[in-house]
């Protein structure tokens, strides 16, 4: 069994990485609350669907819904790009959508937004299920890794291209957990 080792205050290793405190988690809520504030004031008197990706969205999606005043529904979907801390550029669909989304408004719900091939991926396969329109809240945004040519409405940070953990994003599965974001160091 791997053992996660929690040093005191600011840092944590992870298997063989270490990482530093880098956003709180009182700042992750007032950006998650703000977020929630601008999808209220757009989807007044509208019952979006919120589509969450797993796993990494969970956190960012429990706390968003809190915070959302907006008549909603949420559902889950599980794609996954990613293999220890790089990229795999290949995006696997491992659940789907298990309702129709003709003619409803969707919120995409994603931890981060980086390269945008796994989001490109995710909003080809909805615009093929005819949705009446399609946002992208997202807590993270790397706009120096971003290849594609997509908005994202709703963004809560925009970070540089480091890997991070924590708030439901991990390093090889752990570190989710963490209720802070964390940045690698070595």
């Known amino acids: 069994m791997q053992s996660v080792t929690l040093k005191p205050m600011k840092t944590i290793k992870l298997k063989d990485k270490t990482f530093r405190i880098n956003i709180p988690s009182d700042e992750i809520l007032s950006q998650v609350k ?7 004031k757009d989807y007044e008197n509208r ?14 999606a429990s706390d968003l819904m809190k915070q959302v005043n907006t008549e909603c529904e949420i559902s889950f979907v599980k794609l996954s790009s990613y ?3 790089q990229s795999t550029e290949t995006v696997k669909e491992i ?12 919120i995409i719900v994603e931890d981060i937004v980086d390269t ?11 615009h093929k299920m005819s949705p009446k329109s399609i946002s992208i809240a997202t807590l993270l945004y790397k706009p120096e890794s971003f290849q594609k040519d997509f908005d994202i409405q ?5 970070i540089p291209n480091d890997f991070i953990v924590g708030y439901g ?16 160091t070595n």
């Open 154 to 158: 709703y963004v809560g940070f925009s």
């Open 116 to 126: 945008g091939i796994t989001m490109e991926n995710l909003l080809n396969d909805l």
């Open 34 to 40: 703000r977020v929630a504030q601008e999808i209220d």
């Open 47 to 60: 019952r979006p669907l919120f589509v969450v990706v797993l796993n990494g969205a969970f956190m960012f």
């Open 169 to 184: 994003l991990d390093y090889d599965e752990l570190g989710r957990n963490l209720s802070d974001i964390y940045i690698i």
């Open 95 to 106: 659940i789907g959508l298990n309702q129709s989304i003709d003619g409803r408004d969707i």
């Open 83 to 85: 293999q220890g801390t």
